[in-house]
């Protein structure tokens, strides 16, 4: 299964409500990455936040991370409609040399209504 | 600067065709990665190089897909014989040199989608 997996799977909210949006990971981590991905296009990073900081802020965006859970929150204030979008939170996975590839949860796909 | 340049964006072919697949990293990325994503496996890493090497090919399907990184500029996904389950939308990323913890995020293009008829 995903290293990292996000709830809800999908969410609808109006203009102007703030979004959360989980994710919940298995094994031990070094940093977790948010993603945002618009309809048609790639993923744009929005957010890193290392296993030793438990919460970042960035412009509208606020992330927490609960190493002892193992979980993570991603949260939108003052939505808009420009972040509709899917949102997937990553996770490293260490491998020997050093060298880390991300695992993707199956993300959550944010609706912002009018 | 330019983003990673992935072509074609769209690429519609019968089954037991050979597709290829194109990638440009932005320029300076030690790492390119392709992956793959579908509705219903999510976003699945298939390969990843280091310096043009590949680091970790654990996510590549079978043995009809293949990928290589002549250069560090240019990078090829290859499917043959291509099968209908091979559609998806397969993206290629770069990122920066990984400090000891991947503290650099990575960078994405805007995919290529695959229609195997």
């Known amino acids: 299964s995903q290293q990292g997996e996000e709830d809800p799977q999908a969410l609808s909210i109006q203009e102007g409500e703030n979004a959360t949006m989980n994710c919940s990971y298995k094994t031990s981590i070094n940093n977790l990455q948010w993603y945002r991905q618009n309809s048609g296009r790639g993923l744009v990073h929005l957010i890193l936040?290392?296993?030793?900081?438990r919460e970042k802020h960035s412009g509208r965006l606020r992330v927490t991370l609960d190493t002892s859970k193992k979980s993570s929150s991603l949260l939108i204030t003052a939505s808009r409609a420009a972040d509709t979008a899917s949102y997937f939170c990553?996770?490293?996975?260490?491998?020997?040399?050093?060298?880390?590839?991300?695992?993707f949860g199956q993300g959550t796909r944010l609706t912002i209504n009018p | 600067d330019a983003g990673v340049i992935q072509s074609p964006r769209h690429e519609v072919t019968e089954m037991g065709q050979e597709v290829t697949l194109r990638c440009k990293p932005i320029s300076g990325h030690d790492y390119l990665f392709w992956y793959r994503q579908t509705m219903m496996r999510g976003l699945e890493l298939l390969i990843y190089f280091n310096n043009n090497v590949p680091i970790d090919d654990s996510g590549m399907p079978e043995d009809r897909f293949s990928a290589k990184m002549p250069n560090a500029s240019f990078s090829t996904l290859k499917i043959q014989p291509s099968e209908p389950r091979d559609s998806a939308v397969y993206f290629c990323?770069?990122?920066?040199?990984?400090?000891?913890?991947?503290?650099?995020?990575?960078?994405f293009g805007d995919g290529t989608r695959l229609s195997i008829l």
């Open positions: 936040i290392r296993s030793n900081e």
């Open positions: 990553a996770t490293d996975v260490l491998q020997g040399g050093g060298a880390q590839k991300l695992v």
């Open positions: 990323a770069s990122s920066p040199r990984q400090g000891a913890y991947s503290n650099q995020p990575q960078h």
